[in-house]
């Protein structure tokens, strides 16, 4: 049976990923889309009624516009533009296939004679193999929270991810975290009639928090409307209660530990590319967990792959945004095509 080989396929269908496709079928390469959840599936698990730092043009990729009748464009407004980029291109994406494996095998002979054989699988069950002369892999970091690695944090009333206020009225509500996510939740959710407490191992909130939140969540809890237990983390998830520990010695005669009660617990303590997907594929990590590749053409220490967008970035998440890495798709197709002689 013959099995069709792709020029190159694209790990992940964010913002990287999809100006790597615009690219890709501009210079008439063969590609296919890889994509484990939906469409721009990052900036879908977003909190429906977040806002983007940035303004919209700063979005857009492929010269398509994205208008907004607001500074900042919405997670709808977001939403609703990049179904317009891929439907204005035409793009090739399989969605809920999330890739298992990426080997490489021989094939064919010289330069060109290694293959990339990509092992995927769908939420049903459905496995197959796709063969590929070049990978892209721009898999974002929003996929992959930041464990922190206690007991209980698995139950039922834990998420890494938070979403609307709502279901919080009147509940006892702990969110752990410093930055921008904790502060949005918790201004939320104590607007909603929840009992919040935050929960930061730092003596203050991160200095990353969008400049129009600041001032909201830091007021907040001078009033004490919203509670904040800083120089603490959380040691152990019970069913009703959170176990906090103080970081450090704490001043004489203070308790080391306190028990917060809770209904809820957000564990926002950021998140992280799937480093195990590439160390899997033989690419290297350096010592901020970043993948080693060269900064002006993205490829890794393995020949013919290379990283895009978020998939940079290793612990320092806070470098890398739609804005900056939309570029890197054209960079490194330009290369490819090179190559290819496309």
């Known amino acids: ?79 609703t533009y990049y179904r317009k980029v891929v439907d204005k291109y035409d793009l090739q994406i399989s969605c809920d296939e999330r890739v298992l494996a990426i080997d490489r095998e021989p094939g064919g002979s010289g330069e060109e004679g290694q293959l990339f054989a990509i092992e995927t699988g769908s939420s049903r069950g459905v496995r197959r193999v796709r063969h590929g002369r070049h990978v892209i892999l721009a898999i974002g970091y929003y996929d992959h929270p930041v464990m922190i690695g206690v007991p209980g944090e698995d139950g039922p009333h834990v998420s890494h991810y938070y979403r609307e206020p709502h279901p919080h009225f009147r509940q006892r509500v702990v969110i752990v975290g410093g930055g921008n996510s904790a502060a949005e939740a918790a201004l939320e959710i104590f607007r909603a009639g929840g009992h919040v407490t935050i929960v930061h191992r730092a003596p203050t909130l991160k200095s990353t928090i969008k400049y129009w939140v600041r001032p909201d969540i830091e007021n907040r809890i001078k009033a004490g409307s919203i509670a904040a237990r800083f120089g603490w983390i959380a040691k152990e998830i019970r069913p009703t209660s959170v176990v906090l520990a103080r970081c450090g010695a704490g001043r004489a005669g203070e308790e080391p530990e306190a028990e917060l009660p809770a209904d809820y617990i957000y564990l926002l303590t950021g998140y992280r590319a799937d480093n195990a997907l590439l160390s899997r594929a033989g690419v290297a990590l350096n010592e901020r967990m970043a993948p080693v590749h060269d900064p002006v053409t993205f490829e890794t220490n393995v020949p013919g792959l290379f990283v895009a967008g978020g998939a940079t970035a290793g612990v320092d998440t806070g470098t890398i945004f739609i804005e900056n890495g939309r570029f890197h798709g054209e960079k490194i197709v330009e290369v490819i095509a090179r190559r290819s002689g496309a």
Do not use: W
């Not at 994509?35 to 429906?48: A, D």
């Open 1 to 79: 049976m013959h099995m069709p080989v792709r020029d190159v396929i694209i790990v992940g269908a964010g913002p990287s990923g999809l100006s790597a496709a615009i690219a890709c079928k501009q210079r008439g390469l063969d590609y296919v889309v890889l994509e484990q959840g939906v469409l721009v599936n990052s900036i879908f698990r977003f909190p429906p009624q977040m806002v983007f730092f940035t303004t919209p043009e700063l979005l857009e990729i492929g010269g398509v516009p994205l208008t907004s009748p607001y500074d900042k464009p919405t997670r709808g407004e977001a939403l």
